[in-house]
């Protein structure tokens, strides 16, 4: 029994080596496997009357503007702008990300988007609304009912990735505390 035990120890720390150098292989720079697909679409939260529109990058049939989506089930992954930025900012991480096999969602934030400051639309919260936008968009990829219809059942998992930067909002805003959602 001990020899059994002594082998499966040993079988599993070779298989736990070989997967970090599976993956090494990677660079996330480079195109995926998969084709990609891009769509717009427009969210509303009701309880705090924002609008999120949102371009979504996902896994698809045929590269293009609102492809077919590939079968099967993918990580979510949530793209924020920063400050004074738009949804199409980090296009050349989403499309990426997409071609390995993940949806990728990236809202334009009310009142910190590039459109709103170049009109000179007072800002709002930049601390607090752009996380809640977020955790909004995350619960909306999972319902099959609303504009992320088409696309909920290919999010694999309730948990989302997110990528985001530094805003350029005043330095006395960049000290609050992260809440968790």
Do not use: K
């Not at 499966?8 to 697909?37: C, E, I, M, Q």
């Not at 999120?52 to 990580?75: F, I, K």
Request: with cysteine; net charge positive.
């Amino acid at each position: 029994m001990v020899r059994r035990v002594r082998r499966l120890v040993a079988l599993l720390a070779l298989a736990a080596l070989a997967l970090p150098a599976r993956g090494a292989g990677v660079d996330p720079s480079t195109d995926g496997p998969f084709t990609v697909g891009v769509t717009t679409l427009t969210f509303t939260d009701p309880a705090r009357g924002r609008t999120l529109v949102t371009e979504v990058w996902y896994p698809a049939q045929a590269a293009g503007r609102d492809a077919p989506a590939r079968r099967g089930r993918y990580p979510l992954v949530l793209v924020a702008h920063g400050y004074c930025g738009f949804r199409t900012n980090y296009e050349y991480l989403s499309v990426p990300l997409a071609s390995w096999g993940f949806l990728v969602a990236a809202p334009d934030f009310p009142g910190i988007n590039r459109a709103d400051c170049d009109a000179g639309v007072p800002p709002g919260d930049v601390i607090g609304d752009p996380p809640r936008d977020l955790a909004f968009l995350r619960g909306a990829f999972h319902e099959r009912s609303g504009p992320g219809r088409a696309l909920a059942p290919l999010v694999r998992g309730r948990r989302a990735g997110l990528v985001a930067t530094r805003s350029a909002a005043p330095r006395s805003c960049t000290r609050a505390s992260p809440t968790r959602t």
